[in-house]
Every structure is written in structure tokens, then in C-alpha cells.
């Protein structure tokens, strides 16, 4: 069974600070995927990692992916308030129907 | 396009009552999931469709949820009868795996409580 497992799960975090969320998987895999939700809302695709190395940035977000590792990585530069929502990776493994497994979601607070 | 449309964006019944969730996907997208999302168990998938045939079902909690796509463009899942423990967000997300595009998009989801 797949296990994806997103650390930390609550970031509170200065604004203009850098920080990294960091997602393991259990299952060889070189798709992945992160999502943002703000409270009440849907998620919305933030990244799509597909190779071993790719890396992949918008903004002040910066995703990568160690596939040997079985690890991805979102980073956050110079945090605002905007950024303030929680963070899901989600793993595609290679060869399945094509389901997603989700962490558990990391709720990042930027405080001013 | 106007994305994965759900309805309705809340619903509110009482124990016993069965309950209609409704999705259309995005034209084109040939996969379809429905997921439920809590505070306690996170994003779980409930069972997906591929060409409107069902493909896993397996994270179908009990009997009591049924999921049909009868054509391409609409989807339902209906809980009956329902209980206080099925109060949760319902996503359904759609996706088309063709050269060079990946990932799901998902719907607002379906706020459901049950009292």
C-alpha cells in the first residue's frame, strides 16, 4: 500500500522567513504532484514534478523531486500572508489506474 | 471551459435520508474520481471511473454509497441511508491523461452534514 507522508503538519511562520515542506512516498514513483487549498475551498494545482530532478517554480514556491530518494520538496522564499493555506503532495503511481494518494497536508500560517 | 462543476455546494439532512451528490466533469476527460475529505482521515478516495466504466470502488466505505456515470458528462454518488459519521467534503475531480498532461482537476466539492 502506498504511503505518502508530508512533514511538518502545521508551519506557522514569520513572513520574509524560508522554509521547506518536505513529502515521502513509500512506492517508486516518478510522478508527483502538490496542491494548495485555502479554508472552505477546492484544491488547486500548484506543481506537477514528472522526472527524477525536475524542479519547478512559481513565485515564491519552488518544487522538486528525488525520485531515488522517494522525496519531494516545496519551498517557500521570503514568505507573505498570501501563501497562508494548506499543502498537499499526492503520488501517481507508475502503472496504476491513475489514482492519486494524497498526504495528510501541511497548513502553513504566515504571520505579519 | 468552466472546470469540474459539483452541485449542490452544501446540503444539510437528516439521519436516515439518502443524498444525491452530483458532478460533471470536464468535456474530454476521460477519468473521473470522487474523493471525501475529513478532518480525521484527510483526502480519501472513494472509487473512480475511466470512459464512464468503474474501475476501483474499493474505497467505498459500506453499501450504503453508490456511485453511477451513466454518460460522459455527469456523475453521481448517492449515500442512502445516511448517517452523522458521512458529515464531510466531497470532491469529485476529473483528469485526461494524453501527452504531456497530467494531474486531476477538481471540483468546489459538496459540504455535507448529516444531523
Same mark, same amino acid.
Request: charged residues 20%; hydrophobic residues 35%; glycine residues 8%.
Given at each position: 500500500e502506498l504511503k505518502v507522508e508530508q512533514n511538518p503538519l502545521f508551519l506557522s511562520m514569520q513572513e520574509g522567513k524560508n522554509y521547506t515542506i518536505y513529502c515521502n512516498y513509500s512506492t517508486t514513483s516518478d510522478r508527483l504532484y502538490w496542491y494548495r487549498q485555502d479554508p472552505g475551498k477546492s484544491l488547486e494545482s500548484l506543481f506537477v514534478l514528472l522526472s527524477n530532478g525536475a524542479v519547478?517554480?512559481?513565485?515564491?514556491?519552488?518544487?522538486?523531486?528525488?525520485?531515488?530518494?522517494?522525496?519531494?520538496?516545496?519551498?517557500i522564499t521570503a514568505a507573505v500572508h498570501d501563501l497562508s493555506a494548506t499543502y498537499f503532495c499526492a503520488v501517481d503511481i507508475p502503472g496504476?489506474?491513475?489514482?492519486?494518494?494524497?498526504?495528510?497536508?501541511?497548513?502553513?500560517?504566515?504571520?505579519? | 471551459d468552466a472546470g469540474v462543476i459539483q452541485s449542490p455546494r452544501h446540503e444539510v439532512t437528516e439521519m436516515g435520508q439518502e443524498v444525491t451528490l452530483?458532478?460533471?466533469?470536464?468535456?474530454?476527460?476521460?477519468?473521473?474520481f470522487w474523493y471525501?475529505?475529513? =478532518? =480525521?482521515?484527510?483526502?480519501?478516495?472513494?472509487?473512480?471511473?475511466?470512459?464512464?466504466?468503474p474501475i476501483d470502488d474499493s474505497g467505498m466505505p459500506e453499501d450504503r454509497f453508490s456511485a453511477k456515470m451513466p454518460n460522459a458528462s455527469f456523475s453521481t454518488l448517492k449515500i442512502q441511508p445516511s448517517e452523522p459519521r458521512d458529515s464531510a467534503v466531497y470532491f469529485c475531480a476529473s483528469s485526461f491523461y494524453g501527452t504531456g498532461r497530467y494531474g486531476y482537476t477538481f471540483g468546489s466539492g459538496t459540504r455535507l452534514t448529516v444531523v
Open positions: 519547478k517554480q512559481e513565485g515564491r514556491l519552488m518544487a522538486s523531486l528525488d525520485t531515488k530518494a522517494r522525496l519531494s520538496t516545496l519551498h496504476s489506474a491513475r489514482q492519486l494518494t494524497f498526504g495528510s497536508g501541511t497548513q502553513l500560517t504566515v504571520l505579519p | 452530483r458532478c460533471k466533469p470536464i468535456s474530454g476527460h476521460d477519468y473521473l471525501r475529505q475529513t =478532518m =480525521m482521515r484527510g483526502l480519501e478516495l472513494l472509487i473512480y471511473f475511466n470512459n464512464n466504466v
